[in-house]
């Protein structure tokens, strides 16, 4: 009885022990004085490419009563830990949408133990998921249709197309040159438009299969490559390799033989052409060109002028069907003939010039061996012409210039410069007419009879000298001496009005549509907000120019300098109060305005930048409520 009653003293007194080693006077837990230790059993995780729940298994060396051991990783792609069970960490491993193998680490944590790691490695998601098949379903001369089939239909993915021609040009041949040529040159279209790479790729990404692929700019018998990728519209990364695929344009048939007979009239460079097929009533085209430089461009491409104007009605019809969509009946009725045709035009003078026709078939492509015929243009006179020059209404940035002419027979042509250009031509006529020529192409729009007045009012920069000229021009000659005046714009003095912009919030496009359903513009409602434009003005009269705009990491930082703000402003043109347009989230808005006032001075510039957030966004019914208030329209040529 004695043993067992020292044998429960024993242990009581050991309880007590225990329990004054666990606690202090203040009630907190002590850190035991052995060290627990967290033990990985699953150093490595290893995870299929379609991702799913995963575990890993530990123990603890010295565990403490009421602790649990915590996970982390710094990886998107795992997560939503669960450590309800002890010595088990459940996670989910996201789907593996790249074709490569990826990587990362667990850390877990657990109360006076060192921190342990485990890997996670996912398998590269199937290549085959990433790759493209295609179908040509059309093949015409000029352009081809083509169907485009992603394996992969969740994902997205960008397409363009090359011409082989500019490929070999070029001497890119290989997938790797290909995509870096591609990238380079969207970077590029990215700064022209003045916004990120990444949201001008966003905005070409294609979803699920694409049926009737236009590939225009073709010529016939020619190839072009179609490049495919998967895009992560995400990170704004190319996910997978290169596919690629060559489409080519139906190919000439052999070339038949139609003689035409051509008639000339000439008067100086006037020439009247009447041009008539035989034994032939289907279209032709017919036209002149320069016989030099037909010969020149021979030379130079080791051809005859028959296969030269061959080759250059083809590739004509190429590029306005693929720049301008022209479709080939429209070709044919508006720049084709029938029968007996003539045409009348101005040419240079005292030239030699080709007048050649050409059979074409119903897709508008050449089918007979060109036909010509030579010609020779007439010299023109010099004229008696005299030329004023002044100007009225001159301002720090513009002025009226007036051309007053000694006749109304007589042609000219006018034009201005700086006095700095100016003078670098030379003192002479022909120094001038030398430089004038290097910087100006005269087309009939620019020809002028008569009195004439150029007004300009805001292209000109401040206390600078200008060089305002005129002289006669007719068939390519000039045909008198040069006339100049020079002019000094003002100084920019600063108008006493005041403009401001009154910021009233962006709004989410999806939920704009959500309480107004007609409100559209659902294309843009994923990546842009609606933006509320208001301008407040010191002087109601005074002319108001602003504009908005995102910039982004990978904007042209010249887009907007302090030096060309005003010509920014100034090159959307007179504005009214109130309109909406559209800014694009995840960027910095840049909303400016200035104010012009009746003396033609303009204001202090206003400038205001903020970060467009799709957490910043206002209450759509504001919106709403703007809108109709002040009727305001939309101003999203930008991005439309």
């Known amino acids: ?194 916004t990120s790479l990444k949201s001008l790729l966003d905005s070409k990404a294609k979803k699920g299969a694409q049926y009737g692929v236009k590939c225009s700019g073709l010529r016939p018998g020619g190839e072009a490559v179609i490049l495919c990728y998967y895009y992560d519209k995400t990170t704004g990364q190319r996910i997978s390799e290169l596919t690629t695929y060559t ?84 070709i044919l009725q508006n720049y084709c003939s029938y029968g007996t045709d003539s045409m009348s035009v101005e040419l240079l003078a005292d030239t ?14 050449c089918a007979s061996v060109p036909d010509f015929e030579t010609f020779r243009t007439e010299a023109v006179a010099q004229a008696g012409l005299q030329i004023d020059i002044s100007f009225v209404d001159l301002t720090a940035v513009g002025v009226r210039a007036r051309f007053i002419a000694s006749n109304t027979t007589d042609r000219y042509v006018i034009g201005y410069t700086t006095k700095q250009n100016w003078d670098s031509f030379g003192d002479t006529d022909s120094s001038r007419l030398d430089g004038i020529f290097k910087q100006t192409t005269f087309t009939e729009e620019n020809f002028c009879y008569g009195d004439q007045e150029l007004r300009i009012d805001r292209h000109l920069t401040p206390e600078t000298s200008y060089v305002f000229f005129a002289f006669g021009y007719y068939g390519g000659v000039v045909t008198t001496q040069i006339f100049f005046k020079e002019v000094t714009t003002l100084p920019d003095e ?21 309480l107004d359903p007609s409100f559209g513009f659902m294309d843009y409602a994923n990546d842009f907000a609606a933006y509320p434009v208001e301008i407040e003005a010191t002087d109601e009269d005074a002319t108001l120019y602003y504009y908005a705009w995102c910039m982004t990491p990978d904007s042209d930082p010249e887009w907007l300098t302090d030096e ?26 840049v909303i400016g305005a200035i104010a012009k006032d009746e003396d033609g001075n303009y204001s202090e510039h206003f400038l205001n930048r903020f970060p467009v957030t799709r957490d910043g966004v206002s209450d759509a019914q504001l919106f709403l409520d703007w809108q109709k208030e002040h009727n305001a329209v939309a101003d999203a040529s930008q991005y439309l």
Request: charged share 25%; with cysteine; proline share 3%.
């Open 352 to 365: 030699e010039y080709y007048a050649f026709a050409l059979a074409v078939n119903d897709g508008v492509v």
């Open 247 to 330: 489409v080519k344009a139906a190919s000439l048939e052999a070339l038949t033989e139609v003689e035409f007979n051509f008639d000339f009239s000439v008067d100086g460079p006037n020439a009247t052409i009447t041009a008539t097929p035989e034994d032939y009533t289907g279209a032709y085209y017919f036209d002149v060109m320069p016989r030099p430089l037909v010969e020149e461009q021979c030379a130079e491409l080791g051809c005859t002028p028959e296969e030269f104007f061959e080759q250059w009605w083809n590739k004509t019809v190429a590029d306005d069907m693929s720049k301008n969509g022209t479709p080939a009946y429209l």
């Open 1 to 194: 009885m004695n043993k067992i009653k020292t044998l429960w003293q024993t242990i009581l007194l050991m309880l007590c022990v225990v329990f004054v080693a666990g606690c202090n006077d203040s009630g907190e837990v002590d850190t035991p004085t052995t060290k627990s230790q967290i033990n990985i059993k699953t150093a490595t995780v290893v995870a299929d490419s379609s991702g799913g729940e995963y575990t890993a298994n530990y123990t603890i060396t010295n565990p403490i009563e009421g602790e649990a051991v915590t996970a982390q990783c710094d990886a998107e792609w795992v997560g939503e830990f669960d450590l309800s069970q002890a010595g088990v960490v459940r996670f989910v491993v996201a789907e593996n949408e790249v074709d490569e193998e990826r990587e990362t680490t667990v850390k877990l944590t657990y109360r006076n133990a060192d921190d342990v790691y485990f890997t996670v490695t996912q398998e590269a998601d199937d290549p085959s998921d990433f790759t493209f098949t295609f179908e040509t379903v059309e093949q015409g001369y000029y352009a081809c249709k083509v169907d485009v089939y992603p394996a992969n239909g969740d994902t997205y993915f960008i397409m363009d197309l090359y011409s082989v021609d500019y490929l070999n040009e070029n001497g890119i041949d290989s997938n790797e040159k290909l995509y870096e040529e591609h990238r380079a040159y969207q970077e590029y279209l990215a700064g022209l438009g003045g």
């Open 564 to 589: 060309n703000r005003l010509g920014r402003m100034l090159w959307w043109g007179e504005r009214p109060n109130y309109l909406w347009t559209i800014i694009e989230y995840d960027t910095e808005a």
């Open 494 to 514: 600063q108008s006493q009005v005041a403009v401001s912009v009154k910021h009233i919030g962006y709004f989410d496009i999806a939920a704009i549509n959500a």
